[in-house]
C-alpha cells in the first residue's frame, strides 16, 4: 500500500511507517519495520501500559499517531467505534450506530459481533459495521463523514456472516468487498467509483478474505479473493484481468492473498495450500500453477521471511513453506488454538494465540523456534495483533489492552501529538 502524503489538513493525525493503521499492518502483509524486537516476552521487558475493558469483537485496534481506535458489538443491538490516547488509555471519543445482526448457526460459536478491522489514513477513520454498511469518521472527534449502505442503495442482499472484509485505502481510493462483489469508492464522499465481480448470493456473495494492492507481471493490480476464487482488478477501471479458482469448503477462502514478487500463495479450508504465477501476455494477463501442498489453511495469513512462508493450518499446527518450490520446510508436531495472528519483523515472528498465548519465534526454515512465550489473555483473542515502536495492542474478546515492549533498561519509544 502507498500511503498519502503527510501534507494534510489541520485536523488530521501525522501517519507514521512504525503505526498500524489497518487490517495486518502498514502495508496488509503483517510486516513491520523500525527497531529489533526485545527477546523476552516477560516482566520488566513485557509490561502493561493500561487495560480498558470493552463488548466483543473481532476487529483488531489499530493506532494512528497519539490515537488507538477499537470497535465492539454492544447488547446484540449496535456497534461502537470509540478513540482512546495512545499513551493512557483514556477514551478521547465514542460513535455508535444500530446494526448488529445473526450469523448461521455453523459459525454461531464463535459470535455474531463486528468483524473488519478499521482502515486509518491520518483523517478518517473508515469502519465496516456488519449489516454491510461502511461509515467514514472524522479522526478527531468521530463525526460522521459519509455512510454508505450497500443493501440499501444496491438492493444487495445481506450477506449472512456480515461485513467480514477490511477496507482498503490508498489516496483518495477506498477499496471494499462489499455490496456482493468489490467496489471502489472516493474517500472524500463516499460515492461508488465501480463496481466489480457482483454477486446475488448473500451466503457466496460475502467475502472473508481483505483485498490487497500489489504489482504483477508489471502492473498495479487489486488483488481480491471470493468465496470461490483469486482475482486481478484493474483497480482504475475495475476490469477484470484475470481470475483462478480455489477450491475450498462451503466457500471458506479466509486467507487474505500473499504477494511474493509475480507469485501469488493462498491456502483454503477444505482445500489444498498453493501458488500460482501471474504472466502478462501482451495487454493480457495469464495464471499458471506453480506447485501444490497438501495441507489446508483456516483463518491465518501467512507473514513471509526470505522466501518462506509461515502460517497456521487448521488442524492447529504451524507450517513453514518453501514459497519457492512449494516444499515444507517443517510443521509442528505441537498443536495451538484455533487461530494465530502473526507479524513479523527482520527474522522474528510474534504470534497472538486465539488461547490469549503469546510466541516470539525465530524465522528458522531449519526448525520451530520458540524464543519465548508468555500467556496474556485468559480471554480468548480472535482479533489481529497490532504492534507498533512502542509496544503491543492487543484485543481480547472483552477489552483492549495496550503493553510497553522494550528491552532492558530502555524507555518507551515517544508517540508525537496529532495536529
Known sequence: MVFPALVLAASSLVLAETDWPQWRGPHRDGQVTGRPWPSSLQAPTLTQRWKVDLDPSYSGAIVVSNRVFSTETVDKKSERVRAWDRQTGKELWRREWDGAMSVPFFAKANGDWIRATPACDGEVLLVAGMRDVLVALDV???????????????????????FVSSPLISGDA??????????????KSGEIRWRSLESKD????????????????GKSQLVVQTRAELVGLDPDSGSVL????????????????????????????????LAWDVRAE???????????????????????????????LRNQRALCINLETGKEAWTTSESFGKYWSLVANQKRLLALDQKGDLLLLAANPERFEVVDRRKVSEEEAWAHLAVTEDGLYIRELRALVAWNWTASGATTASVGPGR
Open 202 to 217: 448473500g451466503m457466496m456473495g460475502s467475502a472473508f478474505s481483505s483485498p490487497v494492492l500489489a504489482k504483477l507481471a
Open 174 to 187: 477506498v477499496f471494499v468487498q462489499a455490496g456482493g462483489g468489490v467496489a471502489r469508492l472516493d474517500r
Open 242 to 273: 484475470w481470475r483462478q479458482p480455489v477450491e475450498a469448503f462451503r466457500g471458506m477462502n479466509i486467507l487474505t492473498p500473499t504477494v511474493l514478487g509475480n507469485r501469488i500463495f493462498a491456502s483454503a479450508y477444505g482445500g489444498r495450500t
Open 140 to 162: 478527531q472527534d468521530g463525526t460522521v463523514r459519509w455512510r454508505k449502505d450497500f443493501v440499501a442503495e444496491l438492493k444487495s442482499s445481506l450477506p449472512d456472516f456480515g
Open 282 to 312: 501482451g495487454p493480457a494477463f495469464s495464471v499458471a500453477p506453480a506447485w501444490e501442498f497438501k495441507a489446508q489453511g483456516y483463518m491465518t495469513s501467512p507473514v513471509v521471511v526470505d522466501g518462506f512462508a509461515y502460517l497456521h
